[in-house]
């Protein structure tokens, strides 16, 4: 068991008290350390992702933050096995130091069009998703999360909002009882006020549960707020990684945007 | 039933697709009440590729849509191969389909005087195989095979249903015109059962060869 299960944990600078035993994931994750090595994709004559080297560290949320076509669905693909590299390899470090290739029995994924089956309500996609992954799913926290966010259970999908339907997403993914969570930008659709209580709950529960959080967005604040570490790619190459405590350790960062925006312009100029 | 199979149900045979499998059925069934009270003799059997065509329709789109939705990106990241993610969202309409060329099948023989109770009573005549019922199941069951191939191979529905009906004629007049120089030597019950048997055959293959496609293809 980690430090912390019983005597709360940080997130984002601040202890979080120990929660109900109806709050807890079941079972914490394994360990698992997910690599990215040299990873390189190329769609017809455009490359999208050029020998990337991506360290994600077992039981940390890292962020992966670029501009328009900078290649984070494709990496987030790739790591989900719905693409295969051109060349490199994805590999999962188990705890213990063993290293095979990570399959999709090891993550969950929030895909960036967020797709539902249209005449299901939430309940039923829920139902579904417990009956495909028999033997690894949590059926209590996606409920939870769904109530807590106001999500109705009976609506079909196709007739939820935006912001409902990116929140059924992200519990399908949480119910699945897997070590690495890949998030293609789950708040996009979120109001402000939900975005701040995602955020906040997604980093709780990560923390607690163990896991590994890749997740992607366009708003650096969301970033902040949730990760403790950053890949900023911008034309299918890594131009900045690194804990953000320590890039927030630099006189005068005072957030994350101050030390990604000059980077990423940096590289529009270069271009 | 359980909250799983009646959501894979709604999923796979929402209101219009059993509408339209069910809508066929009784269609041919009408046809041959026509055929034994008006004297048009052949009408069910040479309508019946009729039904393979939206086998194929049905089956080619419900595939495409799952590319085209992205819904196949959340199916292939739970607990299920490519192959098996296939034979999960397609087996409930293949069922279907199966029932529905029976159903077409068992029009075919009662027109055409093969009903049970005549199976039964010539059994020692081996009258039990005649007729040309077998080939309308076959037809099914490799439209279907072919819809789902052509349904992975575009990814998109309306490309998928032209493609898939375009093929299914083409292949149900083909058949047509060529089975009677197929099987010249045997009768027409001995060659509907072997056409038949090649067709289930062929749609064997069309399904491992999508399968084998599918695990090698970005999604």
């Given at each position: 068991?980690?430090?912390?299960?019983?005597?709360?944990?940080?997130?984002?600078?601040?202890?979080?008290?120990?929660?109900?035993?109806?709050?807890?994931?079941?079972?914490?994750?394994?360990?698992?350390?997910?690599?990215?090595?040299?990873?390189?994709?190329?769609?017809?004559?455009?490359?999208?992702?050029?020998?990337?080297?991506?360290?994600?560290?077992?039981?940390?949320?890292?962020?992966?933050?670029?501009?328009n076509?900078?290649?984070?669905?494709?990496?987030?693909?790739?790591?989900?096995?719905?693409?295969?590299?051109?060349?490199?390899?994805?590999?999962?470090?188990?705890?213990?130091?063993?290293?095979?290739?990570?399959?999709?029995?090891?993550?969950?994924?929030?895909?960036?069009?967020?797709?539902?089956?249209?005449?299901?309500?939430?309940?039923?996609h829920?139902?579904?998703?417990?009956?495909?992954n028999?033997?690894?799913?949590?059926?209590?926290?996606?409920?939870?999360?769904?109530?807590?966010?106001?999500?109705?259970?009976?609506?079909?999908?196709?007739?939820?909002?935006?912001?409902e339907?990116?929140?059924?997403?992200?519990?399908?993914?949480?119910?699945?009882?897997?070590?690495?969570?890949?998030?293609?930008?789950?708040?996009?659709?979120?109001?402000?006020?939900?975005?701040?209580?995602?955020?906040?709950?997604?980093?709780?529960?990560?923390t607690?549960?163990?896991?590994?959080?890749?997740?992607?967005?366009?708003?650096?604040?969301?970033?902040?707020?949730?990760?403790?570490?950053?890949?900023v790619?911008t034309?299918?190459r890594?131009?900045?990684?690194?804990?953000?405590?320590?890039?927030?350790?630099?006189?005068?960062?005072?957030?994350?945007?101050?030390?990604?925006?000059?980077?990423?312009?940096?590289?529009?100029?270069?271009? | 039933?359980?909250?799983?199979?009646?959501?894979?149900?709604?999923?796979?045979?929402?209101?219009?697709v059993a509408?339209?499998?069910a809508a066929?059925?009784?269609?041919?069934?009408?046809?041959?009440?026509?055929?034994?009270?008006?004297?048009?003799?052949?009408?069910?059997?040479?309508?019946?590729?009729?039904?393979?065509?939206?086998?194929?329709?049905?089956?080619?789109?419900?595939?495409?849509?799952?590319?085209?939705?992205?819904?196949?990106?959340?199916?292939?990241?739970?607990?299920?191969?490519?192959?098996?993610?296939?034979?999960?969202?397609?087996?409930?309409?293949?069922?279907?389909?199966?029932?529905?060329?029976?159903?077409?099948?068992?029009?075919?023989?009662?027109?055409?005087?093969?009903?049970?109770?005549?199976?039964?009573?010539?059994?020692?005549?081996?009258?039990?195989?005649?007729?040309?019922?077998?080939?309308?199941?076959?037809?099914?069951?490799?439209?279907?095979?072919?819809?789902?191939?052509?349904g992975?191979?575009?990814?998109?529905?309306?490309?998928?249903a032209?493609?898939?009906?375009?093929?299914?004629?083409?292949l149900?007049?083909?058949?047509?015109?060529?089975?009677?120089?197929?099987?010249?030597?045997?009768?027409?019950?001995?060659?509907?059962?072997?056409?038949?048997?090649?067709?289930?055959?062929?749609?064997?293959?069309v399904?491992?060869?999508?399968?084998?496609?599918?695990?090698?293809?970005?999604?």
């Amino acid at each position: 068991m980690p430090a912390g299960r019983d005597t709360g944990v940080t997130v984002m600078g601040k202890v979080v008290p120990p929660v109900p035993e109806v709050h807890r994931v079941p079972d914490v994750q394994p360990a698992s350390h997910v690599l990215l090595d040299g990873v390189s994709k190329r769609y017809g004559t455009v490359d999208i992702l050029r020998e990337v080297c991506v360290d994600v560290p077992a039981r940390r949320r890292v962020g992966l933050i670029g501009v328009n076509g900078a290649g984070k669905t494709t990496l987030l693909r790739i790591l989900a096995g719905l693409a295969s590299p051109d060349s490199g390899a994805v590999r999962l470090v188990e705890e213990g130091g063993a290293t095979r290739p990570l399959t999709s029995r090891d993550l969950a994924l929030v895909p960036q069009a967020k797709p539902l089956f249209p005449v299901l309500t939430a309940a039923e996609h829920l139902a579904l998703a417990a009956g495909m992954n028999r033997g690894c799913w949590d059926g209590d926290l996606p409920q939870r999360w769904l109530r807590d966010f106001g999500v109705p259970a009976d609506r079909p999908a196709g007739r939820l909002s935006g912001g409902e339907r990116s929140q059924l997403a992200i519990a399908l993914a949480l119910g699945r009882q897997v070590p690495v969570l890949l998030m293609d930008e789950p708040f996009a659709e979120l109001d402000p006020l939900a975005r701040d209580d995602a955020t906040t709950a997604l980093a709780e529960h990560v923390t607690r549960s163990g896991r590994t959080l890749l997740v992607s967005s366009h708003v650096i604040a969301d970033v902040e707020r949730l990760c403790d570490r950053i890949v900023v790619l911008t034309h299918g190459r890594v131009v900045l990684s690194g804990d953000t405590g320590d890039l927030l350790a630099g006189p005068g960062e005072r957030s994350l945007s101050d030390v990604v925006l000059p980077v990423l312009r940096s590289h529009r100029e270069a271009r | 039933m359980s909250t799983v199979r009646r959501a894979q149900s709604r999923l796979s045979l929402d209101r219009s697709v059993a509408g339209m499998m069910a809508a066929t059925v009784v269609g041919y069934g009408l046809l041959a009440g026509e055929e034994l009270t008006s004297h048009k003799a052949g009408m069910v059997t040479s309508l019946a590729s009729y039904q393979s065509i939206v086998a194929a329709l049905l089956v080619s789109t419900t595939v495409a849509k799952e590319f085209e939705t992205g819904t196949i990106q959340w199916g292939l990241t739970q607990r299920l191969s490519r192959g098996a993610w296939l034979w999960w969202r397609t087996w409930p309409m293949l069922v279907f389909v199966a029932l529905a060329g029976a159903g077409l099948g068992g029009v075919m023989a009662y027109v055409e005087r093969h009903t049970p109770a005549d199976m039964v009573a010539y059994l020692d005549r081996a009258q039990l195989v005649n007729g040309r019922w077998p080939l309308a199941v076959a037809d099914i069951v490799l439209a279907a095979a072919i819809g789902i191939l052509v349904g992975v191979t575009t990814r998109r529905v309306v490309p998928a249903a032209a493609i898939s009906a375009a093929v299914v004629i083409a292949l149900s007049y083909a058949a047509s015109t060529g089975r009677g120089s197929l099987a010249p030597g045997l009768s027409v019950a001995s060659a509907a059962w072997c056409i038949g048997a090649g067709e289930v055959l062929a749609a064997a293959l069309v399904l491992a060869l999508t399968a084998r496609g599918l695990r090698r293809r970005d999604i």
